[in-house]
């Protein structure tokens, strides 16, 4: 088996990274907006083999803060440890760019995602609502 790698999103991944995408969110991004992150430097993707989660780390509008924009396991491959694996790299690119905290945004009705996220240290801080199509958003956050 191959090792466990975290690297940089290449074009290849997008058609594997949207089908985690679409396996986790009712309102799935689509390809073209992974494709347009492609050159940033927190597009990661988790492999063993195979992509088995994503994550897109960025700033904040304002650039004072560093903005978790999207994390994603595979279904068949959650619970092993490795959206955290995700974000602790997210986390420590971050600080790498000088940022000392994180934000986030995350649907009202995940409650699973925001317990995942309050267990890594991020606190609520307001919600935004209509912020998603279908949901409103609870505003996560943290210093790191």
Known sequence: MKD???????LPDIPR?????ECSF???WPDFLFKAYLNNPGFVVYENGRILGYAIVGTSEDRTRSHLQSI???KDCRRQGIATKLLDWC???AKLYGFDRMTLEVREKN????LFYSENGFK????IDGY??????IVMGRDI
């Open 72 to 74: 994603a396991v595979h």
């Open 17 to 21: 990274v949207v089908e985690i995408e």
């Open 111 to 114: 409650v699973d995602a925001q």
């Open 132 to 137: 998603y199509v279908d949901d409103n958003a």
């Open 124 to 127: 609520v801080e307001g919600r």
């Open 26 to 28: 009712e309102v799935p």
């Open 4 to 10: 466990i790698v975290i690297r940089r999103a290449e």
């Open 91 to 93: 986390i420590d690119l």
